[in-house]
């Protein structure tokens, strides 16, 4: 699993960026993968994000389900504490928007980091890994409506809502546009 340091943004220094394939066995994605489970029970993320407590990340089998369709995880460390992740994959747009080639996104910061401005410098450097790894030209992701926070840091870093489905926003980031 590559271990690169999160050095080109002075926010992260001392902090280290992991990127691993979700279905990895390597003893240290095990880790972060029981970490992953077990911080998705914190309170924000049940608020926010209840799929991952309840289904997508709700247990070992879950996680390998959701894992097995090729995802790719960053996660903020601070030695072998996971302290955020920013996962991506190659997922179509919910139905009624574009069907074009695309990845989904999504992000979450943990306790341990959370409320340390850490967020933005965290998703943009995961961007910029990720282009290492998966090609595409748009980058999608989910907000609950009324997250404004969530959506703040997406539009701060370049996604545009195009519209609500089930409650959520739909943003996108295309790289046409930048």
């Known amino acids: 699993m590559p271990i690169l340091e999160a050095t080109s943004h002075q926010e992260l220094t001392g902090l280290q960026l992991h990127v691993w394939p979700a279905d990895s066995t390597q003893e240290q ?22 799929q991952d407590a309840i289904e997508r990340f709700s ?24 302290g955020g992740i920013c996962y991506f994959g190659k997922k179509a747009m919910p ?11 999504g992000i979450r910061m943990y306790e341990s980091m959370q409320g340390k401005g850490l ?19 748009r980058f999608w992701l989910s907000a609950r409506d009324d997250n404004e926070r969530a959506k703040h840091l997406y539009e701060k ?22």
């Open 119 to 137: 967020a933005f410098p965290f998703f943009k450097q995961a961007h910029e890994v990720l282009r290492r790894y998966m090609s595409a030209d």
């Open 29 to 50: 994605s095990i880790n972060f993968r029981n970490q992953i489970i077990s911080k998705s029970r914190e309170p924000h993320i049940e608020f926010w994000e209840p």
């Open 95 to 105: 139905v009624g928007f574009d069907q074009s080639p695309s990845v989904t996104v």
């Open 59 to 82: 247990d070992t089998t879950n996680y390998e389900k959701w894992a097995s369709q090729g995802r790719i995880i960053i996660g903020l460390a601070q030695g072998a504490e996971l």
């Open 157 to 178: 870093y370049g996604y545009v809502e195009r519209g609500t489905v089930a409650g959520l926003s739909i943003m996108t980031y295309d790289r046409e546009d930048r």
